[in-house]
T-cell receptor, first 114, second 115 residues
Framework: GENVEQHPSTLSVQEGDSAVIKCTYS??????FPWYKQELGKGPQLIID?????GEKKDQRIAVTLNKTAKHFSLHITETQPEDSAVYFC?????????????FGTGTRLQVFP | DAGVIQSPRHEVTEMGQEVTLRCKPI?????LFWYRQTMMRGLELLIY????????DSGMPEDRFSAKMPNASFSTLKIQPSEPRDSAVYFC?????????????FGSGTRLTVV
């Protein structure tokens, strides 16, 4: 089955700096890669996703890149702000396999210091 | 839409008692997932349903756990009898692959404490 590894487990940056979180996956058939942000006391919230027919996707200050050959994908947050502080999860799935089951990474706790 | 609604938000119970967690998915979503989150194990998929039918329950820890989805707008996760190691945050999520919405929408979770 699919296995998703995520690094680093914690990340501290100064406000305005960039943050990068990396994930690798094991199942080459996976073709959908979402990222979730979880704030304290809340459920994970989808912030951006990418499908395997695209190498990069950007939405304002966040971007995701995908390298299918190496089986890794990354979340990039530019011009970080204190409100970006949260736990971020990557995930992978193969929706066309007939399951729709997301496998999550272990999470990265991002702290943005003013 | 009000999103995925879970109840209760917090539950404290004594070991051995029965616990029932409830979830109302987003209207029209055909997939429903139950996850458990702990510091040690992260987000674990317990079971998921498609069109009210359980598809994969391989993540259910043991026979003390059971889940039902009697209709498209309601699901329950029951633990009987509960044990201290069941303490965790339990999330329900829904999605709609049929609409090309592969990303999940999570509820706010139920924080369960078994003493």
């Amino acid at each position: 089955g699919e296995n998703v590894e995520q690094h680093p487990s914690t990340l501290s940056v100064q406000e305005g700096d960039s943050a990068v979180i990396k994930c690798t996956y094991s199942d080459s058939a996976s073709n959908y890669f979402p990222w979730y942000k979880q704030e304290l006391g809340k459920g994970p919230q989808l912030i951006i996703d990418i499908r395997s027919n695209v190498g990069e996707k950007k939405d304002q200050r966040i971007a995701v890149t995908l390298n299918k050959t190496a089986k890794h994908f990354s979340l990039h947050i530019t011009e970080t702000q204190p409100e970006d502080s949260a736990v971020y999860f990557c995930a992978a799935s193969n929706p066309l396999s007939g399951t729709d089951k997301l496998i999550f990474g272990t999470g990265t706790r991002l702290q943005v210091f003013p | 839409d009000a999103g995925v609604i879970q109840s209760p938000r917090h539950e404290v119970t004594e070991m051995g008692q029965e616990v029932t967690l409830r979830c109302k998915p987003i209207s029209g979503h055909d997939y429903l997932f139950w996850y458990r989150q702990t510091m040690m194990r992260g987000l674990e998929l317990l079971i998921y349903f498609n069109n009210n039918v359980p598809i994969d329950d391989s993540g259910m820890p043991e026979d003390r756990f059971s889940a039902k989805m009697p209709n498209a707008s309601f699901s329950t996760l029951k633990i009987q009898p509960s044990e201290p190691r069941d303490s965790a945050v339990y999330f329900c999520a829904s999605s709609s692959e049929g609409q090309g919405i592969y990303g999940y929408t999570f509820g706010s979770g139920t924080r369960l404490t078994v003493v």
